[in-house]
């Protein structure tokens, strides 16, 4: 079966940085899209970062220039590097695998950005 799992959350002081990792099994990983999103409490989900099979990538304002999105296809692994935390950036973080209409969802991994 699918199986998406997050890791690298954590506590962080604001300007401090995380590299989140997640490990995809069960699909054909260079061919989907990956992204990551991110749910605060009392909040929807959002779009944090996406990239495509071909690399292309695309964020959100609030986190342009922070975060990076990268992918390894032969480790089947997304990252996303963040710099410059905030302490609106805390959330739990879901990684998301999109092919078409089909789509999967990690557990979610926690950040909390805070002194």
């Known amino acids: 079966q699918v199986q998406l799992v997050e890791s690298g959350g954590g506590l962080v002081q604001p300007g401090g940085s995380l590299r989140l990792s997640c490990a995809a099994s069960g699909i054909i990983f260079g061919l989907y899209t990956m992204g990551w999103y991110r749910q605060a409490p009392g909040k929807s989900r959002e779009l944090v970062a996406v990239i495509t099979s071909g690399d292309g990538t695309h964020y959100a304002d609030s986190v342009k220039g922070r975060f990076t999105i990268s992918r390894d296809n032969a480790k089947n692994t997304v990252y996303l590097q963040m710099n410059g935390l905030k302490p609106e950036d805390t959330a739990v973080y879901y990684c998301?695998?999109?092919?078409?209409?089909?789509?999967?969802w990690g557990q979610g991994t926690q950040v909390t950005v805070s002194s």
């Open positions: 998301n695998a999109q092919i078409g209409i089909k789509g999967y």
